[in-house]
C-alpha cells in the first residue's frame, strides 16, 4: 500500500490549519519592522553614547553609577606616574571602538581610594571586569600578556574575552533583549572577588600599590 502524498501548499485542509492557528503574515511582517526600528536605535543609541572609547572618570560616585547601569564594562585603575599604566591605556583605547557593547572606564587610584580598597588593588596596573555589575575577572600587571612592554592589541583583546566582558557573538537583538529583561542582582554589587578566590577569607592587613608603591617608588610591577 502506497503512502499518502505529501501535504503541500495548495491544500484547503494545510490553509485552514494556519488560519486557525492564528498565523498572520502582516502582523508577523509588523513585528520584524518593529525589531528592525529597535535594532537601528540600538546601533544610533551606542554611537551616541560612550561606548566605543575609553572614558575616565574622577569622581567615585559617579563611576559606580556609571558601572551600575552597563552590562559589560572594564575598569582600569591607573597611576599617572607608571609608564605600564600608559602603555594599558594605550591598548584599551585601541580595542574600545571594536567592541561598543562594553563600557571602557579608567580611575587614577588617587580618585576612587573606596574602589581600591574593596577591589583589593594592590598591582597596578590592574584592569577589572564586571559582568552584570559583578567583578568576573582580573588583568594584574603584565605577566598574563608575556611580562613584557610590548605585547599586541589582539594579545589583550584575547585575555579579556576569557572573562566574558568582550562578547564576541552578541548580537542586537539578544543584547536587547536582556536590556528589556535586566538580570537580576544581589544588593552587593561590587563584591570582593579576592573573597571568591580565596575561598571566602578576606584578605587582611594594610592594603598598598605595587608597581613601584602607590606612594612613591620604582616603576616596575615585578
Avoid: W
Avoid at 495548495?10 to 518593529?34: M, N, V
Avoid at 543609541?45 to 575616565?56: A, P, W, Y
Avoid at 535586566?182 to 608597581?211: H, L
Amino acid at each position: 500500500m502506497s503512502a499518502p502524498p505529501s501535504p503541500t501548499l495548495s491544500d484547503s485542509e494545510l490553509l485552514d490549519s494556519l488560519e486557525e492557528a492564528g498565523f498572520d503574515l502582516a502582523s508577523d511582517r509588523d513585528r520584524r519592522i518593529e525589531a528592525l526600528q529597535r535594532e537601528i536605535k540600538q546601533v544610533r543609541d551606542l554611537k551616541e553614547s560612550d561606548n566605543g572609547r575609553v572614558i575616565t572618570f574622577n569622581d567615585e560616585k559617579s563611576l559606580i553609577e556609571r558601572m551600575s547601569k552597563e552590562r559589560y564594562c572594564l575598569l582600569h585603575f591607573f597611576h599617572n606616574d607608571f609608564s605600564r599604566c600608559k602603555i594599558m591605556d594605550q591598548k584599551l583605547s585601541d580595542l574600545a571602538p571594536s567592541h561598543p557593547h562594553t563600557l571602557f572606564l579608567r580611575a587614577s587610584v588617587s580618585d576612587v581610594p573606596f574602589l581600591v580598597t574593596k577591589m583589593a588593588v594592590q598591582v597596578l596596573p590592574c584592569v577589572i571586569c564586571f559582568v552584570d555589575g559583578r567583578a568576573v575577572d582580573r588583568l594584574i600587571g603584565f605577566e598574563e600578556l608575556g611580562d613584557s612592554d610590548h605585547f599586541t592589541s589582539k594579545v589583550l583583546e584575547f585575555r579579556l574575552k576569557q572573562s566574558g566582558v568582550l562578547p564576541s557573538d552578541l548580537s542586537l537583538a539578544s543584547n536587547l533583549s536582556s536590556t528589556l529583561v535586566p538580570a537580576k542582582k544581589d544588593d552587593d554589587d561590587y563584591p570582593d572577588d579576592e573573597d571568591r578566590r580565596s575561598g571566602g577569607r578576606a584578605r587582611k592587613g594594610k592594603v598598598g600599590i605595587r608597581n613601584g608603591l602607590f606612594n612613591g617608588g620604582d616603576d616596575d610591577d615585578y
